[in-house]
């Protein structure tokens, strides 16, 4: 599935991207303010969020003014949908439903877990903001077991779940990726198996679930999608970090170029391939690493091992990095249409940072199971990070347009 | 979305079978490989056999992923998988699926947050990572890698 990315010569422009100096849009009808902090009451125990952005989106019964807010909802630009908990939800929504009228319901997957419970409908609106998504379908997370559970097939696929306050890191997930489902084409094959649908989608009637094909409208929406305007991608704008641990406040902007506050400015422009990917360059050698990523959603800057980079890791977690001073590091950024852009991040020692709020520095290994960049939030921390979605023709997603840009 | 790495080939066997079944069976970690061809019958799509100096891939489509099976000694020393979805682990990691659910469960509980997951005890490593749409993970048994073989070479 994945593309290699044009190497420098065949056109495109480049660039050096340091943190600060990004200019934050605060009031809008298209901007949305976003919070990094340590997240909702119930969280504390657990430590608290460590470098999640959280929102308030609103929530509405579809065509009545019957609506809730809700708050710490998390941002992420690595997935697509909104998925938030049964116990955060309190107004009525529709199931989603096949034409034998059984719900529809949704395993998800997380790095860390599955998300399970039945999809229903909503108009979700921005405090704020004049944006407006009609009748989007939604997952409810279901963590009051109010509906069927979570069959083998669903449970299987991930080691521990996400189906609860502690696992999920917020009361909702706002996933406003590269992508207008989640799942896309691949969910509306009627084969299930090897190279067929992956059966995300289920329908349980009698209480017994199985993996179901859906169309695309059926799917989670990314909601920005959804909008009548500004509905081509999203910038995240969050200042550089002053003390880590803090709490640090910016904005989420709806629309590229649609506005005169979201142009892409002086961003450089990275397409990427059918999964939302690109190549990062590392090193003295400028070793290529494919598959490597941009994403909001993931709390650190993961990259490469050890044996790799030479940064030790922790003596109390060998998944993160403890160097003795704060490293100062660079590497390059490459998108398929070739254009390439440095970033200059720091990894510190994670076990002497704060646990909780906006860390910049904080970060750990990824070499799973080749070794590749997932720059998550610190990466966003001083940039504007612009998340262009894919195309769209007669209805169906095209797996092509889709692009960061920093 | 990961380069392969290139295997010390000394032969490429592949099969192609295709039988009417929708279970999907493979062989666990630690555990004996099953057959080439039970393998083949049981899934809808070939077994891709590659010959190493020290080890044996099994390379496998299942729902939504693809998973290759490392083998030496007659067991299964390592697993990577990478796909849409991950594919069934509790089935893939067998007895060391309870522990590594365990692990993350722990993580999580006191470090809310997403990120990567690497487990690291002395006879199991198992590490996942991706986001929606690509996910990836590898696990191994460190004392079962054959000695001339580094551990970056499950993959």
């Known amino acids: ?406 | 979305m990961i380069s392969r790495s290139q295997s010390r080939s000394i032969a490429l066997f592949a099969v192609a079978v295709v039988f009417f079944s929708s279970l999907p069976a493979h062989a666990s970690l630690g555990g004996d490989p099953s057959s080439v061809q039970t393998d083949a019958q049981q899934l809808k799509s070939s077994v891709r056999v590659t010959q190493s100096a020290n080890y044996t891939v099994h390379e496998m489509q299942v729902q939504g992923a693809t998973v290759r099976e490392y083998i030496a000694g007659g067991k299964v020393f390592g697993i990577t998988w990478e796909g849409q979805a991950r594919p069934d682990l509790q089935q893939l990691l067998g007895p060391y699926y309870a522990r590594v659910t365990q692990a993350v469960e722990q993580y999580k509980a006191q470090h809310p947050g997403r990120h990567p997951i690497s487990i690291q005890q002395p006879d199991l490593v198992v590490q996942m990572g991706g986001h929606q749409r690509a996910f990836s993970g590898r696990a191994y048994i460190p004392n079962m890698v054959p000695s001339s073989v580094r551990a970056e070479e499950i993959r």
Not at chain 1, 213 to 235: C, E, K, R, W, Y
């Open chain 1, 1 to 406: 599935m994945f593309l290699l990315a044009q190497l420098a010569g065949c056109g495109g422009s480049s660039s050096t991207s340091t943190p600060g100096g990004n200019t934050i849009t605060t009031s809008g009808s298209n901007v949305a303010a976003l919070t990094v902090n340590s997240g909702p009451p119930e969280l504390q125990s657990a430590g608290g969020a460590l470098n999640t952005g959280f929102m308030s989106m609103s929530l509405c019964a579809p065509g009545t003014s019957t609506c809730q807010t809700v708050n710490f909802v998390a941002v992420d630009t690595g997935s697509s949908g909104i998925r938030i908990l049964k116990s955060n939800l309190s107004v009525s929504l529709p199931n989603e439903t096949d034409s034998s009228g059984n719900t529809i319901a949704e395993c998800n997957q997380f790095v860390d877990g599955f998300t399970w419970g039945p999809v229903q409908l909503a108009d979700v609106t921005f405090p704020g903001t004049s944006e407006t998504a009609s009748s989007v379908p939604i997952q409810i997370v279901d963590d009051s077991n109010s509906f069927t559970g979570a069959p083998g097939s669903c449970t299987n696929g991930s080691a521990g779940s996400d189906n609860n306050i502690v696992g999920l890191g917020a009361y909702a997930i706002l996933g406003i990726g590269n992508f207008r489902q989640d799942c896309g084409l691949a969910c509306t094959l009627t084969f299930f198996g090897p190279s067929g649908n992956p059966g995300l989608y289920y329908t349980c009637p009698g209480g017994v679930c199985n993996p179901v094909a859906v169309s695309i409208a059926q799917q989670l929406q990314n909601p920005v999608a959804m909008f009548a305007t500004d509905n081509n991608g999203s910038i995240i704008e969050l200042p550089t970090v002053s003390t880590d641990g803090g709490t640090v406040n910016g904005s989420v902007v709806f629309g590229i170029g649609t506005q005169t506050n979201n142009g892409l400015g002086n961003a450089t422009m990275l397409t990427l391939d059918s999964n939302g990917l690109m190549t990062t360059l590392f090193g003295p050698a400028q070793t290529a690493y494919p598959g490597s990523f941009i994403d909001a959603g993931s709390n650190g800057i993961f990259f490469l091992d050890t044996a790799t980079n030479g940064i030790p890791t922790c003596p109390t977690n060998p998944s993160l990095y403890c160097p003795s001073t704060t490293l100062n590091l660079q590497a390059t950024n490459q998108g398929l249409n070739g254009t390439s852009s440095v970033v200059k991040f720091n990894i510190g020692n994670a076990e002497t940072l704060p646990g909780s709020g906006a860390v910049s520095e904080f970060g750990g290994v990824f070499d799973v199971p080749s070794p590749l960049f997932d720059f998550g939030l610190p990466f966003f921390y001083g940039r504007n990070v612009f998340t262009g979605i894919e195309g769209v023709s007669n209805g169906q997603p095209t797996d092509t347009g889709q692009f960061v840009a920093y």
